[in-house]
């Protein structure tokens, strides 16, 4: 199961999370805990350059994007390599949202399309769509014509 999606700032503050299946009481333990992991890891990376820790028996994949930083935690079926290509699909579609790797601005201005596109990305904790594609005719909030 995909446990969050976060997406925070260089300042460290969360601009978007998801959780999945992890209780309200622990949801501060692993925001500030994974924070606190990019910011000691993630100076000094490279855009998109993928960084691997386990903590608790799940996995985190984390990476660097413009002036953000995307988290991505998962236990059991989803181990480093799943979540390489979850974390793959998330970091292509706000690019193709944004046009570039974002600066905070840019993501806060593209915020409502960044989480339609995370809601087609990752449903109840399963990695649902990865055609960037799909995810783009799906996010369109247009009725589909046909399939």
């Known amino acids: 199961m995909l446990l969050a999606v976060l997406i ?8 978007v999370e998801r959780f999945n299946g992890v209780p309200a009481e622990e949801r501060l333990h692993w ?4 924070v606190k992991l990019g910011a000691e890891n993630l100076k000094g990376t490279k ?3 993928l960084l691997v820790a386990c903590h ?3 996995y985190i994949v984390y990476t660097l994007l413009g002036d953000v930083s995307i988290y991505v935690v998962g236990k059991d079926e989803y181990d480093e390599l799943a979540l390489s ?3 793959f699909v998330i970091t292509s579609s706000i690019k193709d949202v944004c046009g570039k ?3 905070e601005r840019l993501f806060l201005d593209k915020y409502g399309k960044i989480c339609l596109c995370l809601d087609e990305i990752v449903c109840k904790g399963l990695l649902e769509n990865t055609e ?3 995810i783009k005719r799906l996010v369109r909030l247009k009725p589909p014509v046909e399939f």
């Not at 925070?8 to 601009?15: D, F, K, M, R, V």
């Not at 925001?31 to 994974?34: D, I």
Request: no cysteine.
């Open 132 to 134: 960037k594609e799909r």
């Open 31 to 34: 925001r500030s805990f994974l």
């Open 8 to 15: 925070a700032n260089s300042e460290g503050n969360i601009l």
């Open 56 to 58: 608790k028996s799940v």
């Open 85 to 87: 290509e979850a974390i």
């Open 47 to 49: 855009n998109e350059e």
């Open 101 to 103: 790797p974002p600066s």
